[in-house]
C-alpha cells in the first residue's frame, strides 16, 4: 500500500501573502513543515503541490520533491491535479503552516484508511 503526503502551498494566501516562505528560526515555515512531515516516516513520498516558482525552488533547494500545479481556488484541487497520474492508495493532505504537526495524529489518521 502506498501512501504519500501532498503539502498545498501557495505564495499569494489572501491574509498573509508570503507567509509559508517566512522564517520560522533559522528555516522556512515551508521547509520546516516539509521536512518535518518526512522525518514521521510514516510517508512513502511526501511533495509539495504549489503554483510558486518561489516555494518550487525553496524545497528543490533542501532536497525535497515538489511539483508545479496550474491555479487552483483550493488546496484540494491543487492536490487533485499533482496526484492525477500517480499511483498510491492514500495520499494525506498537510498544510503547509503546520510546521509543528506531530507523528501520532497522521499515524492516527492514517490508520482510519488502512
Known sequence: MKIIAVIPARYEAS???GKLMQMLGEKTVIATTYQNVVE???FDEVLVAT???I???EIQNIGGNAVMTGNHETGSDRIAEAVENMECDIVVNVQG???F???EPLKQLISVFK
Do not use: A, C
Open 55 to 57: 516555494i518550487f525552488k
Open 101 to 103: 504537526l506531530k507523528t
Open 40 to 42: 514521521t516516516n510514516l
Open 51 to 53: 503554483d510558486s516558482e
Open 97 to 99: 503552516d503546520e510546521p
Open 15 to 17: 491574509r498573509f501573502p
